[in-house]
């Protein structure tokens, strides 16, 4: 006997419409792993938001070397500043998503810029990670003439003055090493004073001769200066301990949980095929595992970071909402 089971006629109806879509993005997939194994067909542009010469300029120009050598295509960066980094990050986030305008990204343009004023782009949503290059920790410095050796120390000796300590202020008020300062004092229950500088260098400086008594500046900065006499390095910011410095503690060895570092990597415009974006982040892990160009990082005061797009994702989804916190504590608001 012949048994027929009825097929509902709903679902004979949608049969073709639903082979049709999964086609079509059986299709879409094709053409997105055809456009990779092919791009780049042309030059590419990575827009850098800051001046030639700085050292997120630098490391993007090292990137963007690597870049055009091993991908066979020229990698031109653009220093397209204003707007605190604003103008070059919207520019990339309204650009097509083929793979050939990229951004160097910063800590400043996705995490502190966003929490400190109202920006055209959404720092999440606008961009797909590529990879991360690296982190740049800081250094809590005191000046010799400060007794402590230590945070512990140091936090007892600020605590224990008459009068709220000055620190230098880097940049200013939203200057990441000013963000970090803040975080610390928070963590420390300390008050203290910012002295506004022109960048950590004129606040080093001021450090060396005895006219202010703390600052936080770059690790490349703090490791120039590791045998100088006038100054004492005490923590770094990172999480754990630097393999730069060793001998220095983190700051979340007395504060467990702090975290505060200064990172680069690349980001391409949302809905880039992730093919192209897999390609790129490939080669850029691939270089930060190569020691010569890692040794290069860290000579610009860099510590490698070797992180495809899924773990830059994470690592941004986790910096933002420290940097906002650091930028609520010290109050910082711009235009």
Known sequence: ????????????????SVFIVILTLFSLAAVSVARAQTWPERPVKLLVPFAAGGNIDVTGRLMA??????????????????????????????APADGYTLLWASTNVIAIVPATTKVPYDPVK???PVSALGASPQVLLVNSKV???????????????????????????????????ALFLHRADLKMTSVAYRGTAPALTDLLAGHIPTTFVP??????????????????????RSPRLPDVPSIAETYPGYHAVSWTGMLAPAGTPKAIVDKIAAEMVRAVNDPKFAEQLRNSGIEPLAEGPEKFAAMIASEIPIWAEAVKIAGVKLP
């Open 1 to 16: 006997m012949k048994i027929v089971v009825p097929v509902p006629r709903a679902l004979t109806q949608r049969a073709p």
């Open 65 to 94: 070397a690597r870049l055009s050598e091993t991908l066979g295509q020229q990698f031109i960066v653009e220093n397209r500043v204003g707007g605190g980094g604003i103008i070059a990050t919207e520019a990339v986030a309204r």
């Open 126 to 128: 606008d961009f797909a």
């Open 219 to 240: 690790i490349s900065e703090a490791h120039a200066q590791a045998t100088n006499p006038s100054m004492r390095m005490l923590a770094v910011s990172s999480g754990k």
């Open 147 to 181: 007794p402590a050796k230590t945070v512990p120390e140091f936090v007892a000796y600020a605590k224990s003055q008459p009068a709220p300590l000055a620190y230098g202020g880097g940049g200013g008020p939203g200057s990441a090493s000013n963000l970090i300062m």
